[in-house]
């Protein structure tokens, strides 16, 4: 099983700043890695797929990069609205598809 | 507007079952892949279930192999897991999620089942 471990477990920032948040594989994932986006009450959402393009609707503030083991969510101007839990996701070696543990980004 | 809409979470005793259902509106079910993800309090998602479109390829999370169970429906537009020998550490909000066609990831959530096994 690929276990994903994201860093920070929490990340402490004023709006205006840039977040960078890690995922990192225990094994190579190739490009098939997501990232999701979770605010309290409510489901994820995609974000991020194939390591590096947005899904429909998310503003282009949002970019995924890496390959293989190492993965990057960069958030390049955090509005009020992007406070919340971010999680990844590998699909590259299956089932079972496997999540990070997630990293909560909080306002500071 | 895609919608995934969950049902049947609710109370059950140790060794209870309980039968959860998503149903798809907004879009063609029999097109895409489906999955079971589950959320326990205060906790991160963990993937439960696929099942692929015709439904002839299953697939289950070590966690809950052998208990739980993934169907679908097509023609009702929806999506079923049966859960059996319930556990307390089951407990948890269960969300259905779309196959994302282009890649890797999943594309829509219902809003998701809450599930509580305790005695």
Redesign the interface.
């Known amino acids: 099983e690929i276990v994903l471990t994201q860093s920070p477990v929490t990340l402490s920032l004023s709006p205006g700043e840039r977040a960078t948040l890690s995922c990192r594989a225990s094994q190579s994932v190739g490009n098939y890695l997501a990232w999701y986006q979770q605010k309290p009450g409510q489901a994820p959402r995609l974000l991020i797929y194939d390591a590096s393009h947005r899904a429909t609707g998310i503003p282009a503030r949002f970019s995924g990069s890496g390959s293989g083991t190492d993965f990057t969510l960069t958030i390049s101007s955090l509005e009020p609205e992007d406070f919340a839990v971010y999680y990844c996701q590998q699909r590259y070696n299956w089932p079972p598809i496997t999540f990070g543990q997630g990293t909560r980004l909080e306002i500071k | 507007e895609v919608q995934l809409v969950e049902s049947g979470g609710g109370s059950v005793q140790p060794g209870g079952s309980l039968r959860l259902s998503c149903v798809a509106s907004g879009f063609t079910l029999s097109a895409y892949s489906m ?1 079971w993800v589950r959320q326990a309090p205060g906790k ?4 439960l279930s ?1 099942i692929s479109s015709s439904g002839t390829t299953i ?4 966690s809950v192999k052998g208990r739980f169970t993934i169907s679908r429906d097509n023609a009702k537009n929806s999506l079923y897991l049966q859960m059996d020998s319930l556990r307390a550490e089951d407990t948890a909000v269960y ?1 259905c999620a779309r196959d ?1 066609l ?6 829509s ?4 089942a809450l599930v509580t096994v305790s005695s």
């Open positions: 999955n991160g998602l963990e993937w696929y697939y289950y999370a070590d969300y994302f282009l890649g890797a990831g999943f594309d959530w219902g809003q998701g």
